[in-house]
Structures are given as C-alpha cells and as structure tokens.
C-alpha cells in the first residue's frame, strides 16, 4: 500500500481555502503545514506508532521522523543512536554488556547504541518519553517502529480518513552511521521508489543537517522536497546571539573536513542561495527567526524572573524577529521552524504562559511550517490566526 503521488497537491488544495481571497504571507500563499514532530510527543513516547497514530488522530498534516540504522542495516525511528536516551535498554540485563562509551558527531556518549543491535533485539525495547514533565506511564510498552512500519501507517491512515498525510524523514547523523558501514541514503532512497513516493509532487519532505546527505540524494536520484536543517546551541542571554558548541555547531561532514564555519552562514543571503541549489526549503531552529534575551542584574548575572530557582526561557523576553523569513522566500525556499512546545519553561515571558501566542507570533511572519510535540496547539493557534485573516 503506498500514499498517492498527488496527495501533496491535495494537501495543499484542501488547506487553501476558497478562491479570489488575499494570499498567505506563506511562500506559496497557503496556510502553513502543521509538522508532528516525532508524533504526538508532548503526549505518547515520541516516534512510535501509537504516537504517530495519535499525531494524525489529532489532525497534523505531516508526521516526523528521525532515521536510524541497526547493526542489520534497517531503518528504524529514534532521534539519537544512543538508546539510553530513547528506550529501556538500561534496565534490559540481557544488553548490559552492550554498554559503552563513544563519540557521536564530536560528542563523548556514554550508553547503548543502535548499530550494536539487530532490528529483532530492537524489537525488545520499548520507547520511553524524553521529558519529564509529560507522561511517563506509557514508558516502555511501545515499541520502536522502522521507516517501513511509519511509510504502511501513513498509507492505511490515508486510506482510511481520505485526507492526505506526508511524511517527514530525517537522514540522522548520516557521516557518523556511513562511518561505520551503515549508509542510510541509498535505502532511504529505494524505499520510497518502491512506495511510489519519488515524485516532487508526493507527499515526502527528506531532510537533513549535513548538505552531503541532501545532495548525494539528489544526485542519485531522489526528487521529493529537500530541505536543509540548520541548528544551534543556545542563546546568550545578554544579547540574544546564537552559541553554537559540539555536536550542533555545524554540520559534522564539516567538522570532518576541518571546516571551522558554523550553522550561522547558512542563514546569509549568500548561503540561502547555495541552499537553493539543492534543496526546496529550510528548518531553522526557531531562535534564528526571533531570538529571546534575559534580563541582567547589577552582578552581571541573568535574572530569574519568576523566581522558581531554574533559568529558563520563562526568564526571557522575545526579541524583533529577523529577516531570515523574507530572505528565505526571497531565495525561492520555503521555512519550516522547529520546535514549538506548550510547557512553560519553554516558552518567553511575553507569551503569558499560552504556547498559542508564540505559534501566532510566527504564523503572522509567514513560515510556511513548524514542528510542534503539541499537534493540537498548533491547529488552534493556526485556526485563531486564519480567522484574524479572514479565511
């Protein structure tokens, strides 16, 4: 069963709205996708099928997903090979040996690792949540799909509702796994040839952080939307400036290639346009569209603003957005931001505690997607805002 190479026209078409009425500040005048970022994570351990089920129950356009491999060359969804982070392993005795210490994109990592498994031994693991304010008591009773299980969901999903849902993969630290034998693109590739999603019009956006990935895909063969992911570290609370440190400093092919540049020269104009080159879009993280900065004391210190003992982005004010949203349009790429969360250390202290004012804030600047843990959130948020729009 595969999903309908027309199914993204759809998409589009079904969100558009009716005809004659004022375009969208979105590149393509539509209203902006809503990306589940790995499922409903804010509420089922993230990048499972319960959670990518409850994801399309609750409306997303897009279901996300991150790509690993086993050490049998399968691809499955966890965002880090480091299963400690994701899974049970730690409390499975049977594995205990397995336990080890690595570096992984330039990061000394201390756990349980996926290319140390078979896709059976993964299949004994369950998915745990990432956060420990959301809910816990689903840990370890889902079990961790692979790309297959996610491409036969969205195609008996779509089935079933006739609507459209298109999918999101991520090439995961494609250097480090082709480092160890396990290349992911050209498996990627096929997978979606044989599903009949090789099409710029299939409802597939394949994205990565490290350019080779993309571009090697692209030149094999691969005509789905491409879009560049750029990171970074953190935010100096004094004025607002992206930090970047290992490993999402820089894409780590660069890294390798002793290329000292950081994420921060794709956002340029100059490296829009080379991103243009070979990709549809960009997933920024959300900071490089508006950036937060803290209020500093008399001692040089950060403030605590509401006074709970943790610094977070609550102790945060917005700052003006950047241009990078019209400059991203203007080079022809579409801007799909990550990632939008409702808990409240996340969120800066002008969005009053309600995550839906920081979905308006960048729905109003025309990015043409976000990812979001909160599916629900962002289709109030993207609703309310419609609304004010007159659609």
Sequence with gaps: ????????????????????????????????????????????????????????ELGADVIEMDLISTKDGVLI??????????????????????????????????????????????????????????????????????????????????????????????????????????PMEDKLIAMLDKAGLNSKSAPVFVQSF????????????????????????????????????????????????????NFDVMVTPAGLAEIATYADGIGPWKRY????????GADGKQVDINGDGKLNDADSTSMAPTTLVADAHKAGLFVHPFTFRNESRRLASDYKGDPKNEYLAYYRLGVDGLFTDFTDTALAARAAWLKDMGR
């Design 289 to 296: 569209i508006i950036s937060t900065r803290g209020t500093i």
């Design 1 to 56: 069963m595969s999903l309908s190479a027309a199914a993204l026209a759809a998409l589009g078409a079904c969100t558009m709205g009716g005809t004659g009425q004022r375009p969208l500040p979105t590149l393509d005048g539509r209203p902006p996708l809503v990306v589940a970022h790995r499922g409903a994570s804010g509420y089922i351990p993230e990048e499972t099928i319960e959670g990518y089920t409850r994801a399309i």
């Design 210 to 261: 490290e350019p080779g990935s993309l571009k090697y895909m692209k030149s094999k063969g691969l005509k789905t939307k491409l879009i560049q992911l750029i990171d970074g570290d953190g935010i100096d609370p004094r004025t607002g400036a992206m930090t970047y440190a290992v490993p999402v400093e820089r894409p780590y092919e660069w890294t390798k290639a002793g290329d000292k540049r």
């Design 77 to 182: 969804t966890r965002h880090d090979p480091n299963l400690a982070l994701n899974t049970n392993v730690a409390t499975k005795p049977e594995f205990a040996s397995r336990k080890r210490t690595m570096q992984v994109d330039g990061e000394t990592q201390t756990g349980w690792f996926s290319q140390d498994f078979t896709l059976a031994e993964i299949k004994t693991l369950g998915a745990i949540s990432t956060d420990p304010e959301r809910p816990q008591q689903f840990n370890g009773l889902y079990k961790i799909p692979t790309f297959q299980d996610i491409l036969d969901l969205a195609a008996a999903r779509q089935k079933e509702t006739g609507r459209p849902i298109a999918i999101y993969p991520e090439t995961k630290n494609p250097t480090w796994f082709r480092d160890m034998g396990l």
